[in-house]
């Protein structure tokens, strides 16, 4: 092998040789341990303030839901009643899900500089009863006719506002 054919070779082998070499150098720093997952760390500023801000408004979306439940006024005992296209009667009342978390999303505002919009996305779930007369249909049993998805959205001035209900 003359000189000009090793040289031309020796720069892919130095590379693979650095490739190689470069993690075994890192894990002995403590940078990392080989085999193990990597975590990602995030350094972008606005990335943290909406994480921070998605945490809070998650928090705020668990009292909220709590809130609106507890104050709910459609129920069994209080439902709507309708007569029904053949004649008959349907008693309806809404529910909001507890088995679905509510979904939180949370964005800069585009109209505001330092504003924050948030959405609180849950599902609620529309039961009916029928019966030939109002206190029948109210008498049940009531059966999950439909399910929509309601979205509220929150607005704050700043990231060190507190997410609030509207007033």
């Not at 459609?74 to 296209?85: D, F, I, K, T």
Request: proline fraction near 7%.
């Amino acid at each position: 092998m003359n000189t000009k054919a090793f040289l031309l070779k020796l720069p892919p082998i130095l590379f693979l040789l650095i490739l190689t070499a470069a993690p075994a150098a890192r894990a002995q720093d403590g940078a990392f341990a080989p085999g193990q997952p990597q975590a990602l760390v995030i350094t972008d500023p606005q990335q943290m303030i909406l994480d921070e801000l998605h945490d809070r408004l998650a928090s705020f979306a668990r009292q909220w839901i709590a809130t609106l439940k507890r104050n709910q006024l459609s129920g069994p005992g209080n439902c709507e009643v309708q007569r029904a296209a053949d004649g008959r009667y349907v008693a309806r009342y809404n529910a909001i899900r507890d088995d679905d978390a509510p979904i939180c999303q949370v964005r800069a505002s585009t109209y505001k500089p330092g504003a924050y919009i948030g959405s609180i996305l849950y599902k609620v779930e529309v039961f009916e009863s029928y019966g030939d007369t109002p206190q029948a249909a109210k008498a049940g049993p009531f059966q999950a006719a439909s399910r929509t998805t309601l979205n509220e959205i929150f607005s704050i001035a700043n990231k060190d506002t507190a997410w609030s209900a509207p007033r």
